[in-house]
């Protein structure tokens, strides 16, 4: 795929040639341009002019960054991010960043920048306490469950819409790192050498691997919305109202993954990696922030619960989608929720692309941490066939990462 990258040196002109740019930032006046990019796929720039108007231009590479030009990944992906961001930005604008522009000869998007938000995941090892966060992430979901499903739209319209919003290259990367790779390695698994053994009965836990051939279903098949598909805590951006911690806004944000996917699976995210988070401040022995990123859980859940069972009641079909249907439909997102975050907690440990909630553990806690998800992980799979309540989920986690720390 032959187009130019963006550099620091081009931004100026790249924004001169944009009218959509050029006029929400002086590109004769620019003083800084910092490539920001800490994410696994692409080049992001935060660009400011001497009046202090700023922008974000965010550009696909045709690889994936992380690895580099040995995994070439198509760039179309920035299309579903700029689509996805547009579509549910039109729920509610609040919960995600503005677009200016999507440029496809060069698969640069334009948008908002977010300078007084910092990415959550950051703000949650500092041991920050962005309040409400975990409820607007849950409204966000449901707006986006409701809005992008054939309760919230036109029959004729969403089907247009979801086969427009495939995303095949991004759902692959999905289907091999989460689902597969953690029980069969194709040599982009790694874990302390103290960790072989617990990512070894992982891969190998019969139950766990029924479990996740599940999942992996319900991934590939259950065409149920446009889910953001990535969404987990360095998806999220977050402020506080007043100084570093406390009541938040938020944005979910980076959604290249988006495709017409499985409610649950965005839930799910979530969960794992407030549970990811959990464990770190287990391994440290800061039992209070663990308690708080263990109670997002049901803060997201509620969120969820509450704005979907709201929007259920304008539903454009009502004549067969009566109450119990409402109440399957959570159900279900609730037990998928399980299943999804059970995934996307023991991937994060045992394969490519982890997380510094665990990362940066000195290895003698990392050990115990790391042993705790995956343990963690396997329970959640099975558990989930007698409870899926919010609370067991919560009584599961603390009590297995408690008893499997080390340090
Ligand atoms: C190769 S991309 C690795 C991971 O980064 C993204 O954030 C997704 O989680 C993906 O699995
Ligand atoms: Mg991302």
Known sequence: MDYEFLSAETVASYIRSKPELASRINPDKITDVNEVGDGNLNLVFIVTDTDGKSIVLKQALPYVRLVGPDWPMTPFRAEREAEALRIHGGFNQELVPEIFIYDPERFVIGMENLSEYRVWRGAMIEGLKHDGVASQMGEYVAQVAFGTSVLGMDAEEQKQLMAKSINPELCKI??????????????????????????????????????????????????????????????????????????????????????????????????????????????????????????????????????????YESRIDSRVWKAEMLEDRLNQWKADAWLFAAAKMSRRIVGLAKVADVEQLEPNLREGAARGILNLARSLAKERHNSTSTEHFVKLAGDTLHHFKTG
């Open 174 to 311: 999905t289907e091999d790192l989460v689902f597969t790779e953690p029980h069969d390695d194709i040599g982009r698994n790694a874990v302390l050498p103290e960790n072989e053994n617990d990512a070894q009965e992982h891969a190998n836990d019969a139950s766990m691997i029924h479990a996740m051939g599940e999942a992996k279903w319900k991934f590939m098949t259950s065409a149920e919305a446009l889910i953001h598909g990535d969404l987990h805590t360095g998806s999220v951006m977050v402020m506080a109202k007043n100084g570093d911690e406390g009541e938040s806004l938020s944005k979910a944000f980076d959604s290249e993954f988006a495709f017409y996917g499985p409610v649950g699976f965005d839930l799910g995210a979530l969960w794992a990696n407030y549970t990811l988070n959990a464990s770190r401040g287990i391994a440290l022995g800061n039992e209070d922030h663990a308690n708080w990123s263990l109670s997002l859980i049901d803060e997201t859940w509620q969120g969820f619960e509450k704005t979907f069972r709201k929007l």
